[in-house]
T-cell receptor, first 114, second 115 residues
């Protein structure tokens, strides 16, 4: 079945460092790809999505580019802040149908030191 | 105001007891979902619904039932709770966006402990 793999379980950075969280997917179809962010004590929040090859999604300084060739959707940010500390989930969604189901990766915990 | 709310926020139950987790959404979305979140497993889909009166099995439905009595409300029911069901449970609602793709909007979660 379809799946999402996030390489890093935990990432520790200092403020103003560059962030990369790797996300690779496996899907039989042509899915939409998403990033969600979860702050402590809250539910996951939609960050952004991309729905076609080479499309770049972005929000709040974070960005990722849909790469069908390498089946990747890596999250990047040029300069992280302490407030970015959270768990980040990559997800894929079925393009067709009415279920709207998402398949999530295991998540990456980002800790940013001041 | 929060568009997806869950109650209770915390619950302690005894093994073998019945537990009902409630979810309410004001987004007027057709679809609703129940997930559990566990360390090492991320978010896993338990049940979902297309609208009032419908429930569908997700990826890990065993030991859980769901009920969707109205557009706004979606409940998760544990008829005989077990310690393995100790987890954080999230409800979400979703519908097609302007691009035709679904986004999901999550509630704040319910922390369930089964002793």
């Amino acid at each position: 079945g379809d799946s999402v793999t996030q390489t890093e379980g935990q990432v520790a950075l200092s403020e103003e460092d560059f962030l990369t969280i790797h996300c690779n997917y496996s899907a039989s179809g042509y899915p939409a790809l998403f990033w969600y962010v979860q702050y402590p004590g809250e539910g996951p929040q939609f960050l952004f999505r991309a729905s076609r090859d080479k499309e770049k999604g972005s929000s709040r300084g974070f960005e990722a580019t849909y790469d069908k060739g390498t089946t990747s959707f890596h999250l990047r940010k040029a300069s992280v802040q302490e407030s970015d500390s959270a768990v980040y989930y990559c997800a894929l969604g079925d393009r067709a149908g009415n279920t709207g189901k998402l398949i999530f990766g295991l998540g990456t915990t980002l800790q940013v030191q001041p | 105001e929060a568009a997806v709310t869950q109650s209770p926020r915390n619950k302690v139950a005894v093994t073998g007891g019945k537990v009902t987790l409630s979810c309410n959404q004001t987004n007027n979305h057709n679809n609703m979902y129940w997930y559990r979140q566990d360390t090492g497993h991320g978010l896993r889909l338990i049940h979902y619904s297309y609208g009032a009166g419908s429930t569908e099995k997700g990826d890990i439905p065993d030991g859980y039932k769901a009920s969707r009595p109205s557009q706004e409300n979606f409940s998760l029911i544990l008829e005989l709770a077990t310690p393995s069901q100790t987890s954080v449970y999230f409800c979400a609602s979703g519908d097609r966006d302007w691009g035709g793709f679904y986004e999901q909007y999550f509630g704040p979660g319910t922390r369930l402990t089964v002793l």
